[in-house]
């Protein structure tokens, strides 16, 4: 029974972690899409967003019967609970993703002003996003507080990239009336991955709980 | 024992809406300090979330001792399940309304020059979330799957306003650079309401779920 149960577990946090892998690479699918301006690349994320809700659900209904069934106690239960409120948080990074892709796609061709210094600040952004992402989810399979403590901190590099894309871009507007459109979609990008990077932090919070038993509030 | 059971669901039912009557007032209290650039009200709103926040951590761990020590199943579980997932939306909601206040007090002595037809489009959006807010609340405590879908809906009437806003804006930053800073604030704050309006369709989708026990995407 116990063995069974176990297996059970180790499949829930298999599906996590595949899913976590799945929305990393939807967020680089459409940071890259941003970047090159590609709009296959962007319609190809938006339609990868289903799988990622899908998986959502399945994660969601196999920890409802695993409570159901199995009756799990303390720890057991207290990870199928983590499993079951970061998956949303997850799925939300992939809505992210997605709005990302929304922006690629939207822009016609009206040959938007780009402004080269505040693209390679995107994508250094998404870069430490990215690697935010990758450690939170190596934690979580570890369930490393400690890690979970110091990937949280990465984050205010994250909110400083966003403040300083966000001056930059209005001081450009103001100058310059033909980068306003462009302007306005860097800023709107910029919020996306700062909200991401705010949900690897609840995720680095669960990892806290997970182990600890404690919800803190790590930014 | 069933009927201490039912009183703890019960008390956790009444938590939840309580959590979700205070999410609303702070949402209306941000959204009022950034229509009257009232900074004061600004740093209620922020304080006021910590009380969020806890009661957040409250529930959460109310429902984990509900699960571990009444081994609840089928709708019982469903409803627990239900308001710790939802619980979630309701903090994320405060947390939105806590960007719109930083974005009040975050505005210097710089006099923004103000579009006073945004700000009264900003008011009506604000006024269609605080009715969505609102009802999903009244249509949780009846569990009334065919309320959540039409609340479900109305969201669509806060993207239009989003996307309206978002395109005003950046044609009066076009023209007018004076017009700029402010301008940008405002597309973020339609920016937080629209989310808002999307997590109310989350809390939706779970009142469908606790009546039919189907994950639905109701946007």
Redesign the interface.
């Known amino acids: 029974m116990r063995r069974t149960f176990d297996g059970e577990l180790q499949s829930m946090h298999g599906q996590f972690t595949k899913m976590g892998l799945m929305v990393n690479e939807n967020i680089l699918r459409a940071v890259k899409a941003f970047i090159n301006h590609d709009k296959n690349l962007a319609m190809e994320a938006k339609k990868k967003d289903k799988d990622i809700?899908e998986i959502e659900?399945a994660i969601?209904?196999f920890c409802?019967q695993l409570?159901?069934l199995q009756?799990p106690?303390?720890s057991d239960?207290?990870s199928i609970?983590m499993v079951?409120?970061a998956s949303?948080d997850l799925e939300r990074m992939g809505?992210h993703a997605v709005s990302i892709a929304r922006s690629v796609i939207r822009v016609k061709e009206r040959h938007n002003k780009r402004i080269p210094e505040v693209e390679a600040k995107i994508a250094e952004m998404a870069e430490i996003v990215k690697s935010m992402v990758e450690q939170v989810i190596d934690a979580y399979v570890r369930v490393d507080e400690e890690d979970a403590y110091r990937i949280a901190q990465i984050d205010s590099e994250v909110d400083k990239h966003f403040v300083e894309i966000?001056h930059y871009?209005?001081k450009q507007?103001?100058?310059d009336?033909?980068v306003?459109?462009g302007g306005?979609d860097y800023?709107?990008v910029a919020?996306y991955l700062e909200r991401i990077g705010?949900y690897v932090t609840n995720i680095c919070e669960r990892i806290v709980y997970l182990k600890t038993g404690e919800?803190l509030?790590l930014n």
Chains 1, 2 share one sequence.
């Open positions: 809700n659900v969601e209904n409802f409570i159901a009756q106690v303390s239960l207290r609970v079951m409120k949303s809505d966000n871009c209005i507007m103001a100058m009336p033909e306003v459109p306005s800023i709107a919020g705010d919800i509030e």
